[in-house]
């Protein structure tokens, strides 16, 4: 049916993350194409363990906890004694620059909601994979 979308979560299908997320990230896009103009729909599975360096994105972002535990810090510096634990059904949002960074002590499924063209810029330039 036009206009409609729906995907079950038997449904996700997984793939690498975007080459800007550090190995080991895995992605599935439910919706739209973040690489491209309008809106997106986007899930990260992190691994236990999994570190998201100070970063900042070009346009806001919506994100949702499906699974696991999320510790969000906001900052230049990666911190983790001032990250926030949250947990499943959490709930975020970023305006455009605002400089954050993750951590998960637990497998963890983050959904994002924007606009695209999805873009992440690394406080650090040496944090950014796509410079290895």
């Known amino acids: ?14 793939g690498p993350a ?11 896009v ?3 194409d973040p690489n491209k103009e309008g809106m997106f729909v986007m899930r990260l599975k ?3 363990g999994y570190q998201l360096s100070p ?10 906890v499906i699974s696991g535990t999320m510790r969000l810090g906001m ?7 001032k990250a926030q634990a949250l947990p499943a059904g959490s709930f975020f949002a970023m305006d455009p ?5 993750g951590s998960f002590d637990e497998d963890t499924v983050v959904q994002i909601n924007s ?3 999805w873009g992440i810029t690394y406080v650090n330039p040496a944090d950014d994979p796509r410079q290895k």
């Open 55 to 64: 970063h900042t994105h070009p346009k806001p972002e919506i994100v949702t």
């Open 115 to 117: 606009s695209g063209p």
């Open 97 to 101: 620059g605002m400089e954050h960074y």
């Open 18 to 28: 975007p080459p800007s997320i550090r190995p080991g990230a895995q992605a599935a």
């Open 30 to 32: 439910l919706y739209g």
């Open 1 to 14: 049916m036009p206009g409609h979308s729906t995907v079950t979560a038997q449904e996700v299908k997984w």
């Open 46 to 48: 992190l691994p236990k």
């Open 75 to 81: 900052g230049r510096t990666a911190d983790p004694s």
